[in-house]
């Protein structure tokens, strides 16, 4: 179990190194930064000035390693186009896209589960062909053309639901939520839809799969034979043993939430982290690229080490291994 | 005529399944009125000199004030929409195609490789398609966007918008055609003849894509009409997103983040027709992805 853990930290660790590695690269070799920081009057001299004086005429290696450093230290730069921290900067986002994204994924499970149970059970139902056809439907249609059909109806004709922004925040020790609020809640379903439905049709497809392979198992055979209770029997038995991939998907997903999550706040103009990075992207504004690549690399590392650990909660199987 | 359909099985079932079918007309009449844009539109968008602000937001023909010279109506500008989302369509599947092909050189020709000559080789590669997989296209294609602004001047940014988008595009799709034909490569290692090549001696590229190759592509083609799709709605997102191709030469998705600005108003066509254009192109090559699937595969059948 130690060992198992302690593995698991070491690669996860390198695969921060190895984004960490990538970030610098961008900012070392992707235009000149003193450029970004001179003007243009800038005496050829000044600049070779500020060039040793920033230590980038020191080893590579060298070089590197401060970098990480001051990255630990949680010291991330200025960004080249507002001359603020990055560090501040990316942490105001933080709050909107994380609390999009878990409204999200909740919104995909809760529906998702559910119907990949029902369509595995009643596989010839006229409901199961229906569902199964709006799948199909769900994952042609692009995210941004998904937010605009919802945005048109919910908010333009029927005007039920705000269309842009977060609405009220209130704001907890530094982290901005939009729970405590009607408004805020009125404000993250639309977004969280469009970000959920990609998500929810992933789910749903890998629910029946694997609920459909574990109702043709002997044990689930010898449970009806034994008379337990259908109810009982799908949820406990069958659901319980169709959990360790969908907690595998849980934690790939993520990856495909925060991404997606740049279309969908650029479509209601979320304040969160994509919308920055969109925003860093047109004014090639590198520090916070960089940063944003490792503080996504970072929650992708922390979820899966989580789903890792949830692995050995809900299997036995895997526990019992381990020991042996 | 019949007689040879039914033979081949593939053209067969083609001819059983109405959805496909209109797929396939769908995706067909789409890519010729693509091709043919500059002969088929009425009038050419790009050219300043061809519209007027004095037709302006003029509904499509059936819609009471709508114009005869204008079936789907015109823009803010005064610009025909036929002719806008023909031009537009030409260019999402031109970046599309060739970010597809590109993809597929790549991928396949690295699968390839690193199916035959696997040890080292094949474990470099396939830990880079693994870091990559792990990020999706969107960021990959985003990055690399970001990454050509940084280091391109800024006076050839524009000349070469076109070449930096189906780049950044067919870099984030090569991983699933080097997986593909990857695993199909190891299958046809153990073949007879690829280990009679090899005992004849003949020159690895030669084995690869004289022999291998042609045995596999049925699997690749499945993926390169998938990754087609996914390639055109990548470069529609982008472009919505406002990276990717700049107004004055619009794409589907160029067009579609212009009509957002009509959502609020009454001119609902300037935003939905390029809308459900892009659907219909996608949902139909899906669709085709999805029936080779069936046939190159018949076990799923």
Do not use: C
Not at chain 1, 18 to 28: C, D, N, P, Q
Not at chain 1, 38 to 56: A, F, I, K, P
Not at chain 2, 92 to 114: D, F, N, P, Q
Not at chain 2, 155 to 164: F, I, K, N, S, T
């Amino acid at each position: 179990m130690v060992y198992f853990i302690a593995k698991r930290l070491v690669q996860s660790l390198f695969v921060m190194l190895a984004v960490a590695f990538l970030a610098f690269s961008l900012f070392r070799f992707v235009g000149d930064p003193i450029t970004q920081m001179t003007g243009v009057e800038t005496s050829v001299e000044d600049q070779e000035r500020l060039r040793d004086e920033l230590g980038l005429n020191d080893p590579f290696a060298y070089q590197f390693a401060r970098f990480t450093g001051d990255m630990l230290q949680g010291d991330f730069g200025f960004s080249y186009r507002t001359r603020q921290p990055v560090a501040e900067m990316i942490a105001t986002r933080i709050p909107a896209t994380l609390e999009l994204g878990v409204v999200a994924l909740l919104i995909s499970l809760f529906v998702g589960i559910p119907a990949g149970v029902y369509t595995a059970l009643r596989p010839r139902g006229a409901a199961t062909q229906a569902i199964l056809m709006m799948t199909l439907v769900g994952v042609s249609i692009p995210t941004f053309v998904i937010g605009i059909i919802l945005i048109f109806f919910f908010g333009v004709q029927l005007g039920w639901l705000p269309t842009f922004g977060r609405g009220g925040t209130v704001n907890l020790g530094g982290w901005d939520t939009s729970f405590l609020t009607v408004d805020g809640w009125r404000a993250i379903i639309l977004p969280a839809i469009t970000l959920g439905v990609y998500q929810l049709t992933l789910t749903m497809r890998l629910v029946r799969a694997e609920m459909m392979d574990v109702m043709q198992s002997d044990y689930i055979r010898f449970a009806t034979a034994r008379g337990v209770p259908m109810g009982r029997l799908y949820f406990k038995h069958a659901l319980a043993n169709t959990m360790v991939p969908v907690i595998t998907i849980i934690g790939l997903q993520f990856g495909g939430v925060i991404a997606f999550s740049i279309v969908t706040e650029s479509v209601f103009q979320w304040p969160g982290m994509g919308l920055l990075f969109l925003e860093s992207i047109r004014f090639v504004d590198i520090p916070v690229m960089g940063v944003y690549l490792v503080v996504i690399a970072f929650f992708f590392v922390l979820v899966n080490l989580i789903v890792d650990l949830l692995y050995v909660a809900i299997d036995p199987r895997l526990r019992i291994r381990d020991v042996s | 005529m019949w007689a040879f359909i039914k033979r081949h099985e593939g053209l067969w079932l083609f001819t059983r399944s109405p959805a496909v079918m209109i797929a396939a007309i769908v995706a067909l009449a789409i890519m010729i009125g693509a091709v043919f844009a500059p002969w088929i539109a009425p009038v050419n968008p790009y050219d300043l000199a061809s519209f007027s602000l004095m037709d302006g937001l003029l509904p499509p023909v059936w819609e009471e004030f709508g114009s005869e010279r204008f079936l789907l109506g015109t823009d803010d500008q005064g610009r025909d929409m036929i002719s806008s989302i023909l031009y537009g369509a030409r260019l999402s599947l031109i970046i599309g195609v060739s970010a597809m092909i590109i993809a597929s050189v790549l991928g396949v020709g690295l699968g390839l490789a690193a199916g035959y000559f696997g040890g080292r080789f094949d474990a470099i590669v396939m830990r880079i398609a693994d870091i990559q997989l792990a990020l999706p296209a969107i960021l990959t294609a985003l990055l690399i966007d970001g990454i050509a602004r940084g280091i391109l001047p800024p006076e050839m940014q524009q000349d070469l918008r076109v070449a930096v988008l189906t780049l950044a595009i067919a870099l984030s799709l090569w991983v699933n055609f080097a997986r593909t034909a990857r695993a199909s490569t190891f299958v046809q290692m153990n073949k007879e003849y690829v280990q009679a090549a090899v005992m004849q001696g003949q020159h690895p590229l030669r084995i690869m894509f004289v022999h291998i190759l042609p045995n596999i592509l049925g699997p690749l083609l499945v993926i390169m009409t998938v990754d087609l799709a996914s390639a055109i709605l990548l470069e529609a997102t982008l472009s919505f997103l406002g990276i990717g191709l700049p107004a004055d030469s619009p794409s589907l998705g160029t067009l579609i983040r212009i009509g957002m600005q009509f959502l609020l108003s009454g001119e609902w066509w300037i935003l939905w027709i390029p809308t459900l254009f892009l659907i219909a192109l996608v949902v139909s090559i899906n669709v085709l992805g999805d029936f080779l699937r069936d046939v190159f595969n018949p076990r799923l059948r």
